[in-house]
């Protein structure tokens, strides 16, 4: 292999969005051996550059599931949505009450000031079974950012939508009517759990995204290494030489990779199966 690929959230990343401190030395012997260090993430390039640790040797990264590709933090393409879709699914889902989160490049999420309220009273239901500790943790941390909360909303380069709720039968009804209608919205839509949905462009993902970064350092996809936990990982796990699954991943995600790690993103479980595998 010449390049590693790895996803952020679940992967490299804990239950609890925390970067582990000896990380970066790991994929500094990568890089003594040859390898390239790609990044493959939902987050944006804000996101990635906040969390993500000054020594971490990184030759480049796609940000948002594909919309955005940099190399040497310098963005080298982006893709957004039309202004016009952003305004049309934020507001159907405005109607609906679901918690919205809309994600610009280069800026973390911004939710409407005027929807708070009943965003704060959907968070304050029950919470069922269902409800992972790490989408409570990640919500109530965007709810008390008071960045987070916008007179106006932004519709102009918008790279992702991802909505919320407590409320499993809510979500539910919200994601069926996104696949219904994601065709004639020209986005495709994704899910880590029963209690979120995000809308991605269409035609666009981490698959693509890499891509753009392999033909800038001339690497072909067989000889990349994908690994990942999540559903926009399978593209991405289709087209490389090889596609390691966490431990943590859901069992459609585990099916579509080579192997699986040993021990879980809370477990330092990517930096021991890198060491195992190439140390």
Known sequence: MKAIALDMDGTILNHKAEFPLTLPDTLAELKEKGMYIF???GRTS????????????LDGYVAASGMGVYV????????????????????????REIYYEVHTLENSSRTHLQDRDYIIRDFQLERPASLKAFEIDFTETSLKQDEQWVDALPYE???KMFFFSVDEKKIGDWYN???????????????????????????????????????????????????????????????????????????????????????????????????????
Do not use: W
């Open 39 to 41: 990044f493959a993430t």
């Open 46 to 57: 804000h996101e990635i550059q906040s969390i993500t640790p000054d020594n971490c040797p």
């Open 72 to 95: 040497d933090g310098v963005q080298i393409d982006a893709t957004s949505f039309s202004p016009d879709t952003v305004e049309k699914i934020i507001g159907e889902a405005r109607k």
């Open 157 to 159: 380069d918008v790279v």
């Open 177 to 279: 009517f996104l696949e219904q209608n994601r065709d004639s919205g020209d986005y495709a839509l994704y899910t880590t759990s029963v209690h979120n949905a995000e809308v991605m462009q269409k035609g666009i993902d981490k698959s693509t995204g890499i891509e753009t970064l392999l033909e800038h350092f001339d690497i072909r996809f067989e000889d990349v290494h994908a690994i990942g936990d999540s559903m926009n990982d399978i593209p991405l796990f289709e087209k490389t030489g090889k596609a390691t699954a966490m431990k943590n991943a859901d069992d459609d995600i585990r099916s579509a990779a080579g192997d699986i790690t040993d021990y879980t993103c809370d477990e330092d479980g990517l930096e021991k199966y890198l060491r195992k595998t190439y140390l």
